[in-house]
Nanobody
Framework: QVQLVESGGGLVQAGGSLRLSCAAS????????MGWYRQAPGKQRELVAR???????NYAGSVKGRFTISRDNAKNTVYLQMNSLKPEDTAVYYC?????????WGQGTQVTVSS
């Protein structure tokens, strides 16, 4: 089992920045990718950004150039730096970790961007 704990959400004005953190613990030795997803009210959960164990990244088109995903392997932590936030970025953000057998989710952290 893998446990994921997110932090760093909150309320910010449009144009502002937030950094989300996701600390992983448990059976993390075979995790091959971690990522951030978000779900806005009435919408499906969508991928925001993902980073592999080798450091490759991919982003949703709507956040490319504004968000940056990174990882600190020594701390088993993944970060999402979010800049130039827009009201449409408002959602619950979930951390995800995946190995070849399963995927794991954190409890989610609310990000609210006011206009």
């Amino acid at each position: 089992q893998v446990q994921l704990v997110e932090s760093g959400g909150g309320l910010v004005q449009a144009g502002g920045s937030l950094r989300l953190s996701c600390a992983a613990s448990g059976s993390i030795f075979n995790i091959n990718a971690m990522g951030w997803y978000r779900q806005a009210p009435g919408k499906q959960r969508e991928l925001v950004a993902r980073i592999t164990s080798g450091g490759s990244t991919n982003y949703a088109g709507s956040v490319k150039g504004r968000f940056t995903i990174s990882r600190d392997n020594a701390k088993n932590t993944v970060y999402l730096q979010m800049n130039s936030l827009k009201p449409e970025d408002t959602a619950v953000y979930y951390c995800n970790a995946a190995n070849m057998y399963s995927g794991y989710w954190g409890q989610g952290t609310q990000v609210t961007v006011s206009s």
